[in-house]
């Protein structure tokens, strides 16, 4: 049901209204977790440096660095982003940072999407029975 603003006040050209959405609109821990993840993935650049963290190649940030287009601080920002997000981790090798990936995370985005397909594809199952329904014996 949407809900005004402006209570008490009759609309006109500038009133706004907000709608919520149950279904979209979710909170808690385990979505946080995942709007981080996938607030990371949506960037090119870091999914980039996870392509190359998780292909095994070890590779410091200053390393990463001269592979971009960018500052060496830029790039650090994009390493801390996907750290956070737990999609990499720095490991100390004397005065260097190596990145290093981690596939179970970048499963955890896979999993969550493979269970939004399933959720579709059974909706437009639904809406193929709806759609496709057989005329019954009595109309004949």
């Known amino acids: 049901m949407p809900r005004r603003i402006r209570r008490g006040t009759t609309c006109t050209a500038s ?18 977790d ?4 996938f607030r990371a993935l949506a960037d090119r650049t870091r999914r980039d440096i996870v392509a190359h963290a998780l292909a095994g190649e070890e590779a410091s940030v200053s390393t990463l ?5 960018m500052s060496f601080a830029a ?3 994009h390493v801390a982003v996907l750290e956070r997000a737990r999609l990499v981790s720095k490991l100390a090798l004397g005065r260097e940072r190596i990145v290093q990936g981690n596939p179970q995370r970048l499963a955890q985005a ?13 909706r437009f199952s639904q809406i193929d029975d709806v759609l496709l329904i057989k005329p019954s014996a009595k109309g004949k």
């Open 15 to 32: 009133c706004h209204w907000i709608y919520y959405n149950h279904m979209v609109v979710l909170n808690g821990p385990a979505h946080d």
């Open 75 to 77: 790039v650090q920002k």
């Open 110 to 122: 896979r999993s969550a999407l493979v269970e939004l397909e399933s959720i579709w594809l059974n």
């Open 65 to 69: 660095a001269a592979r971009y287009r």
């Open 34 to 37: 995942l709007d981080q993840l």
